[in-house]
């Protein structure tokens, strides 16, 4: 069990980490290898912001357990080709019991899969949007401790991003949905002070081209 007061938790290899995975080994693989690593691919970029419209009112691990499903009723997406989907595609999915059927989300992914076309061809690359609200040091709180993580489920620049996108037609992309992106893309670095991953994604950010 996790620590209450810190939020770290010992793994089964010694390791103190954030608590959140719970050391249950899909959830732990994807707090060490992927959460937090900074991602400059379009596909991963789409991909993510999609599956945290869906993990709306559902728990991350819920989520992550079904990408394999998302991926494949999605094309991989592939914001080209989800696109150009149409009615009887949202039909289509409504029946795969192996995603989440809820067709507001559905449909905000189709939506958005066009809205993503439109920024890429402003920007030259979701990437380049997206890190160029990368927050500065000064943006950063000093100590992220786990009280600090759990006081700020948004922030300003997550707002700031999220209304921007409303403003350019994206759905499902809530500031604190937006942060949740932030984090797990890399564009902050929320494993909190103690977990052993912490200054492994550091370093990797340090090393890391930003793309504007």
Same mark, same amino acid.
């Given at each position: 069990?996790?620590?209450?007061?810190?939020?770290?938790?010992?793994?089964?290899?010694?390791?103190?980490?954030?608590?959140?995975?719970?050391?249950?080994?899909?959830?732990?693989?994807?707090?060490?290898?992927?959460?937090?690593?900074?991602?400059?691919?379009?596909i991963r970029l789409f991909e993510k912001l999609c599956l945290e419209g869906f993990q709306s009112g559902l728990s991350w691990l819920t989520i992550l357990?079904?990408?394999?499903? /998302?991926?494949?009723? /999605?094309?991989?997406?592939? /914001?080209?080709?989800?696109?150009?989907?149409?009615?009887?595609?949202?039909?289509?999915?409504? #029946?795969?019991?192996?995603?989440?059927?809820?067709?507001?989300?559905?449909?905000?992914?189709?939506?958005?899969?066009?809205?993503?076309?439109?920024?890429?061809?402003?920007?030259?690359?979701l990437a380049r949007y997206f890190w160029r609200h990368e927050p500065g040091p000064d943006a950063r709180p000093a100590l992220l401790d786990f009280p600090?993580?759990?006081?700020?489920?948004? #922030?300003?620049?997550?707002?700031?991003?999220?209304?921007?996108?409303?403003?350019?037609?994206?759905?499902?992309?809530?500031?604190?949905?937006?942060?949740? /992106?932030?984090?797990?893309?890399?564009?902050?670095?929320?494993?909190?002070?103690?977990?052993?991953? !912490?200054?492994?994604?550091?370093?990797? !950010?340090?090393?890391?081209?930003?793309?504007?």
């Amino acid at each position: 069990m996790g620590d209450e007061r810190t939020g770290l938790i010992e793994g089964p290899d010694g390791k103190t980490r954030c608590f959140w995975h719970a050391n249950l080994p899909d959830y732990l693989t994807y707090h060490d290898e992927e959460w937090g690593r900074p991602v400059d691919d379009d596909i991963r970029l789409f991909e993510k912001l999609c599956l945290e419209g869906f993990q709306s009112g559902l728990s991350w691990l819920t989520i992550l357990r079904k990408r394999e499903n /998302f991926r494949e009723a /999605f094309e991989g997406f592939d /914001f080209e080709r989800v696109a150009r989907f149409k009615d009887e595609d949202v039909d289509r999915l409504l #029946t795969n019991a192996g995603i989440v059927r809820h067709g507001g989300k559905i449909r905000s992914t189709i939506n958005n899969a066009q809205r993503a076309i439109e920024l890429r061809r402003e920007f030259g690359s979701l990437a380049r949007y997206f890190w160029r609200h990368e927050p500065g040091p000064d943006a950063r709180p000093a100590l992220l401790d786990f009280p600090t993580l759990m006081a700020n489920p948004k #922030t300003d620049i997550s707002a700031r991003i999220s209304k921007d996108l409303k403003k350019r037609g994206w759905s499902f992309v809530g500031p604190t949905t937006i942060y949740a /992106f932030m984090q797990a893309m890399g564009l902050v670095n929320d494993h909190i002070e103690g977990c052993s991953m !912490r200054p492994v994604v550091e370093a990797e !950010r340090e090393r890391f081209t930003r793309p504007v």
